[in-house]
């Protein structure tokens, strides 16, 4: 019987170094990218996890635990929830990708960051998942670089804080062990709890430590940055998430929610402040996605009943968001040579859709009317004024920040054109746009749409066990 | 007497200097500008490492630390020579045309002075021989804990002063070495030395991959063939 970690595991790593030799023919490399991981996803969602099923002829058991000495991958419900959304996320942004030119090892090497999300969100002990997400860190320094020489300030920084959370991790995992051997002596637990939540900390790299993301955005192509904020700030929260659920005196040892909370408001504050500053479009889109993250953390930290359910909320239509956003931005400074605000003039007459995306993206990363994120942010800043106004007008200004930006890009794209002449954006590409805009448009008005999905998901991630 | 059982008495014989070697290139690694120099610091740490962690853990294990530790430095004096040679125009495969003459006295670009640097270190000393008597760490001798300590400190400060991914990727694997003998003090299971030990390979072999792309980018015009202006 083959379990469903190994089918899962093997096919994404199969592929991705079939899709390494296949890179040079990219349209073959995104549709067989995108349809593996669709069809992955597709499964996991359809097929139980609790039974065997036959599939090609073989026996398949999904909940089968897969062990090795004492690691185990296992999938659960909350598992299965988070890697049906980002094999979903992962296929889009594949399609996304081919028409963006985001560079040809995106796809194998994307393959191969799914399947080590896919090991963080499966892995046991708990304490051992932190050295998935550094491998996804080194994994993600050839990605952000793309092969080109350049600053390679965005790669160092996204690889060095889970590297120095690493120790902290392990070394919780030590005291967590000593705990039992003298049960009325709470200090293990205290020290493991202050280790754990600093490790954390470097994880999630809220601001002030927040400095990969922008560096990440000046860098890499916008659309690969996107895939590596959805998926890896995802996949950080759940397994923070499976961290307060197993060990249920972390919550008490320091008070995780508060901290959370408080790191949430300064990260959209300053995100929100200095997207409205830049000069350029890739500076703006990271300190808008930065924004956009201390809200999901703001979510996560208000926890209880109706935290969860807005993070889930959050996290489905910022997705949208984001890609949205780099769709515009990555097709603008490619047709234009430049993401500098001074050098785009003009773009909205040969580029008219990417210009349409930017402006969408960046309306619904500050939470608009009539885009996808402003019902989920109209309930989370209800949430936050329940427990404090002054947080939610924080969080206010940091959306007029990000308002400020997008219109100061936008208004930058306008004019003349001025330069060498530019390429019309390809019919495909404006196809793409119009999708992901007309999606936007459609969850702003209907986001009902989406309480199902959530709703299928907020029990299996409130009880979810080791 | 078995050549393991031998290695091991060594290593208790010569711990404090082993520990002082390591403190001493640890420090190289922070204030040297000169890439040889400070591969041959970290080289030098690595063995000193092996040695340290031989009175904790098995040998074999231990050894792993001097196999890693030279697979990195060799991997990134690679990258060196390589930046080297194209700047020689000795690569005879066209990257002579992206790098200038010169190159190899310029590179590695620190953003310091050697002198901040070293006067940096001494108040770390400094910070680190009040402090020190208040490092406590559990089941950890007092030798493997001043050297943790010391590892520890100069390795972020380190990462503090340098961003060029020569420099700062070797302070991160100082940092990681400290950290090593403190985790192998507290629990010896051998596949976490074999996980430590890939890790820190998987580490180099990025960090050689970031110096090539920096080094190289130091030279090269901005707007190079196929890199676009928003890259540069």
Excluded at chain 1, 175 to 203: C, E, M, S, V
Excluded at chain 2, 105 to 125: E, I, K
Excluded at chain 2, 128 to 154: H, N, S
Excluded at chain 2, 197 to 212: P, R
């Amino acid at each position: 019987m083959i379990a469903g970690p190994t089918l899962l595991l093997s096919l994404l790593l199969l592929a991705a170094g079939a899709l390494y030799f296949l890179r040079r023919v990219e349209a073959l490399a995104a549709l067989l990218a995108a349809g593996l991981t669709a069809l992955l996803a597709l499964g996991l969602w359809r097929l139980p996890l609790a039974l065997p099923v036959r599939l090609a002829g073989r026996s398949v058991w999904l909940g089968q635990p897969l062990t090795w000495a004492d690691l185990s991958l296992q999938i659960t419900p909350a598992a299965q929830a988070l890697l049906v959304f980002l094999l979903g996320a992962g296929a889009v942004t594949f399609i996304l990708a081919w028409r963006t030119y985001q560079g040809r090892t995106f796809y194998p090497l994307g393959l191969a960051l799914l399947a080590l999300w896919a090991t963080v969100a499966l892995l046991q002990p708990l304490t051992w998942a932190p050295f998935a997400v550094v491998l996804t860190a080194l994994l993600a320094v050839f990605l952000i670089q793309a092969g080109q020489p350049g600053d390679t300030r965005g790669a160092w920084r996204q690889l060095l804080f889970p590297t120095l959370a690493v120790p902290l991790f392990l070394v919780a995992a030590w005291y967590i062990d000593q705990a039992p051997l003298n049960p009325d002596d709470q200090t293990p637990y205290r020290i493991a709890g202050w280790l754990l939540i600093a490790g954390f900390i470097l994880l999630l790299q809220p601001a002030p430590l927040h400095v990969a993301i922008p560096a990440v955005a000046g860098k890499a192509p916008l659309v690969v940055a996107a895939f590596l904020w959805i998926g890896g700030q995802s996949t950080v929260l759940f397994l923070l998430q499976r961290f307060l659920v197993t060990y249920p005196w972390l919550a008490s040892a320091v008070d995780s929610a508060r901290w959370l909370l408080w790191a949430g408001i300064f990260t959209a504050s300053m995100g929100g402040v200095l997207a409205a500053t830049q000069e350029r479009l890739g500076r703006f889109a990271g300190y808008a996605a930065l924004y956009d993250y201390g809200i999901l953390m703001v979510a996560m930290g208000l926890r209880g009943t109706a935290g969860l359910p807005t993070a889930i909320w959050l996290l489905l239509t910022r997705t949208l968001a984001l890609l949205t956003l780099a769709t515009g931005a990555a097709t603008v400074r490619h047709h234009m040579e430049s993401d500098r605000l001074d050098e785009i003039a003009g773009a909205v007459s040969r580029l008219p859709w990417a210009v349409t995306a930017l402006i969408m993206g960046g309306f619904a990363l500050a939470g608009m009317p009539l885009t996808a994120q402003f019902a989920s942010r109209w309930a989370l800043l209800q949430l936050v004024a329940e427990n404090d106004t002054r947080w939610a007008l924080l969080l206010v200004l940091g959306a007029a920040g990000v308002l400020v930006g997008t219109v100061r890009a936008g208004r930058a794209c306008f004019g003349k054109l001025s330069g060498s002449p530019v390429e019309r954006e390809p019919g495909g590409l404006a196809f793409l746009a119009i999708l992901l805009v007309a999606a936007s448009v459609l969850l702003g008005l209907f986001p009902q749409l989406l309480t199902g999905p959530v709703a299928a998901v907020i029990l299996p991630l409130s009880t979810l066990g080791p | 007497m078995s050549l393991v059982d031998l290695i091991r008495q060594v290593s208790i014989l010569i711990g404090l200097p082993a520990a002082l070697v390591a403190c001493v290139a640890a420090a190289v690694i922070v204030i040297a500008r000169d890439w040889r120099l400070v591969l041959l610091a970290y080289a030098l740490l690595s063995v000193m490492l092996a040695l340290l962690l031989s009175q904790v853990i098995p040998t074999e294990w231990a050894s792993l630390q001097v196999i890693v530790g030279g697979l990195i430095a060799v991997m990134l004096f690679l990258s060196a020579r390589q930046l080297r040679w194209a700047s020689r125009g000795g690569s005879g495969r066209g990257m002579q045309l992206l790098l200038r003459p010169g190159h190899e006295a310029r590179w590695p670009q620190v953003a310091s002075l050697s002198s901040f640097r070293l006067l940096a270190v001494a108040l770390t000393a400094v910070a680190y021989l009040a402090l020190r008597d208040d490092v406590r760490l559990p089941v950890v001798q007092p030798l493997l804990r001043d050297t943790i300590f010391w590892l520890g400190l100069v390795g972020l400060l380190g990462l503090a002063l340098h961003e060029e991914p020569l420099h700062a990727g070797l302070a991160l694997l100082t940092f990681l070495g400290g950290f090593q003998l403190l985790l192998f003090s507290l629990t010896q299971q051998r596949m976490l030395v074999g996980i430590t030990g890939g890790g820190q390979l998987l580490l180099g072999l990025a960090i050689s991959y970031l110096v090539l792309s920096r080094g190289l980018a130091e030279t090269q015009p901005a707007s190079g063939p196929g890199v676009s202006r928003w890259q540069a």
